[in-house]
């Protein structure tokens, strides 16, 4: 008999009842196919901030699944996002990451495309098309929609999508309020991009983990990076290769945590922060600290103090930095990191920002060099013939939680759990299956518990 | 008497030449011997340890390949976030370098240039190769800009500018030092 194809297994792939998925969904290449498709091929993607892009002719080179698509500050201050390749004959018309133009001029033949993407000048139109082709039909494929939410620009090839902001729906745009409301936000110059051998899905699944950093980032506990409450000590038996417990300090059990998932599959999950505050005697969040930008954010917003996801690939970290986790290939994910700084923030402040923004994330990241350590290793377990057949488990308090919702956000407040990676593969899941846009959003509106 | 000036003047350059060269090679062997506290005692109190982020651009607009301080880096360090970073290794729990990866540093093309009072400004190319577990590879290419200071323990490095012949980063961390 013809072995099934994943896709058609997708209700055994993931459950939501046992917590628990299947170990191929990070290794397959039916999968990936099916990701770029129907995820990749549908989504709103995030492509750059428009500080990136103040002056016309500026362009940003970004990944949309597969494709990459430049995006460009246009003649009358308007942004465009177009596909990298010739209408001629596919070459890219621009090879360079970032930079500013007049226009584009392909390097094969010649053909030259305007900022907006059409087509401007094609050498020889007489001589050699005799006046015969038709440039306007022959520009740059442009995006279906283009969309900019507070200074990020986002994208779909789907025109059918809903717009933006109700793509995002309260979460999502939560999620990029919580940087936005930090000042006249800027792109620090300089986007760190790096390579990791990991299922992209493992980095994602990674943002709303607060079980990992105990041990994960033990060395930078060690070391007062992260502040650890004192006297809170590792429990349930974390042993060293000698025998010796380990002394961990941890984020403890019953640290609150404030989970909000929603539609589409965008989810928030971290401490609570008066809980962070009081716990660890620190105030990252001092910028939040009047009533302006509480009443903006909300009353479940400003208690936020963990990690915002944009379903697919978009995360908004508590440090105030975005990160883009790109899918290559299957087992390859390229870690994009957009550091933000306020325009009108000290000298002093933005050297210290700065600094924090290096020394966490990115490859030499204090923090992050660890966390690329375990992706990769655990995308690496997923290829072996019987290891991939041990299923992944995401079973913390499952079934324990209540689903309150209010305001339009559909909040879980509990101790750590692991409801936001659940939601993130059980929205996936509908992802895969190519509904409706309505369907999609019937799909992924969050259950009473979790 | 001219030409005894000019011989001599080689003759120290040659001298010099090889003082930095050993201060290199003793560096690498730090290094590479995973003696990462010895290395930070390499560098002054002021030291600037900085590798920019590489972009590609076109050749006109080459003067933005590289970020600048006070924009994104992969390392901005001062001697104390050095000191932090080797003392990272020494706690057992840095897991992107335990099991630790092996290393190999190769400094050429040591280019002594402008002299001033007690500093020098030294340029030279590396390749730093690692292997990290059963079987991971990373190569780094590229070349250093150092100020190296006279000091009463011997030479210092008193500035360190890393510039990687490498745009996205073919690598999962940069765990290793340059
Ligand atoms: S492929 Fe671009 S001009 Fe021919
Ligand atoms: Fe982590």
Redesign the pocket.
Known sequence: MAETKVADQLDSLVSLERGEIDRRIFSDPEIFDLEMKHIFGRAWLFLCHESQIPRRGDFFEAPMGTDNVLVVRQKDGGIKAFLNT??????A?CRAEEGNVRNFM??????TFGLDGELVGVPGSSLFYKDKLDRSKHPLRKVAQLESYRGFVFATFDETAPPLPEYLGATGRLGLDLLAERGDMEVIPGIQKFTVKTNWKFTVDNVFDYYHPQITHMSAFALGLIPAPPDNYMEGGAKSETGANLEVPFLPTDLHNVVMVGEYGHAISGPDQDALEVSTGVEPFAWRHNDETQARLGRHGSRVAGHPHIFPTTWVTAGGQLSLRVPREPGVTEIWWFSFRDKNASPEENAALLSSHIHFFGPAGLLEQEDGENWAQSTLQTKGLHSREVPQLLKMGLGTSEVVKDDGLAIIDAPINEHAQLWTYHSWREWLRNPTWEELRERTVPHDRF | MTTETAEQARLTAVLLQHEVEQFYYHESALLDAHRYEDWVFLFTEDTHYFMPLRRTVTRRQLHLEFTKPGEMAFFDEDKNYLEIRARKFATGTSWAEDPPSRTRHLITNVRIGEKSGDELQVHSNFLLYRTRLKNDLDQWVGRREDTLRRTEAGLAIAKRHIFLDQTVLQSANLSSFF
């Open positions: 010739c209408s001629h004959r596919g070459n018309v392909c390097t094969y033949h010649g053909w």
